[in-house]
């Protein structure tokens, strides 16, 4: 069977985002390790794990979208129905590391922009599950991005804190780029913003002023 040409680019531009994605998460990380060595001491059995995880994410979603692309749909589905398993791995090892942060390095604001960035996640992931039953795709390809775009923060931070700016310019950067991702994507495939992904970009700029506010009145 031979798929639109619409489908086919749509799924090919979302692979390649997600590449842009993983390469800039090992990229950062990376630049963070070479720049900052000391950091590698923290680099335990969890830590490694919830790397792992996240990476093995960001390959999902590239080779989901390749998959779809290539019309082979019983793969992208049954590799999708196993996502929940990779979900659960990332969301309980990265909860681990957020409080361990908060309570061994005296850093609770990191505890707090984890789970604001989980908050984010679950439902977006969820809602992306919702719309592949329903046949939205262009809706589930969209939650899927928002929710992933959610997660890079950490991966913002490293970059962030090589180049010796406050650790705050990681959020400040994240809304920015969450909204030109997503709504560039968007623009390109529809020649326009379409309504759910205005609602799941409020959603997800909405939660970030929230998680602000918290951190705002609890650490200034």
Do not use: C
């Not at 990229?27 to 794990?49: C, D």
């Not at 590239?62 to 992208?76: I, T, W």
């Not at 589905?77 to 791995?89: D, E, H, M, N, Q």
């Not at 623009?187 to 002023?209: C, E, N």
């Amino acid at each position: 069977m031979r798929a639109p040409e619409s489908h086919v680019r749509a799924n090919i531009l979302m692979g390649n985002i997600a590449l842009g994605l993983l390469g800039f998460t090992l990229a950062a990380f990376a630049l963070k390790a070479f720049a900052h060595p000391e950091v590698q001491a923290r680099y335990t059995p969890i830590v490694v794990f919830h790397a792992g995880s996240m990476i093995t994410w960001l390959t999902l979603l590239a080779s989901q979208s390749f998959l779809a692309a290539k019309v082979r749909f019983a793969a992208h589905r049954a590799t999708g129905r196993a996502s929940i398993a990779l979900v659960g791995a990332m969301l309980v090892s990265g909860g681990v590391i957020s409080w361990r942060i908060g309570q061994e390095l005296g850093r609770p604001e990191v505890t707090v922009v984890n789970l604001a960035a989980f908050a984010t996640f679950i439902p977006l992931y969820f809602a992306a599950l919702h719309f592949a039953r329903r046949r939205d795709i262009a809706a589930h390809r969209q939650a899927m991005l928002i929710a992933t775009l959610a997660l890079m923060t950490p991966a913002y931070a490293r970059v962030v804190q090589v180049l010796g700016l406050p650790d705050p310019v990681a959020i400040a950067v994240q809304v920015p780029i969450t909204v030109a991702v997503s709504a560039g994507y968007d623009w390109v495939l529809h020649g326009r913003i379409t309504k759910p992904v205005l609602a799941m970009l409020g959603f997800s700029v909405g939660l970030v002023v929230v998680m602000s506010a918290v951190l705002a009145a609890l650490f200034l």
